[in-house]
């Protein structure tokens, strides 16, 4: 089966930048829209980043525009998560998605197949 493996999770301080990535095994993802999602302690998991199929099409939860960019390279099936002016607030468990549809789409219930998530820990 098609498997999502992340990378680029860590520690840093208050105010730096992380880079995480997902690349799928198995099969191209091009003609999917990728999503990233967080859970941070004690809370439920939300919708952070999606980019739909081509990247022509981006959406951000209110907590993280103009700090983090989503993007995608096709050939080499990976999604991108460029993570900018980090707060302790982001601190959390990340995970990469991939849904079967068109546009983008901050529901989880529309993703159906999910990475096992990378730690981000941001310090004051």
């Known amino acids: 089966q098609v498997q999502l493996v992340e990378s680029g999770g860590g520690l840093v301080q208050a105010g730096g930048s992380l880079r995480l990535s997902c690349a799928a095994s198995?099969?191209?993802?091009?003609?999917?829209?990728m999503g990233w999602f967080r859970q941070g302690p004690g809370k439920e998991r939300v919708f952070v980043a999606a980019v739909n199929w081509g990247g022509s099409s981006t959406l951000y939860a209110d907590s993280v525009k103009g700090r983090f960019t989503i993007s995608r390279d096709d050939a080499r099936n990976t999604v991108y998560l460029q993570m900018n002016s980090l707060k302790p607030e982001d601190t959390a468990v990340y995970y990469c998605a991939r849904s079967l549809g068109a546009g983008v789409t901050n529901r989880p219930d529309d993703y159906e197949l999910w990475g096992q998530g990378t730690q981000v820990t941001v310090s004051l």
């Open positions: 198995g099969r191209t993802f091009s003609t999917y829209r």
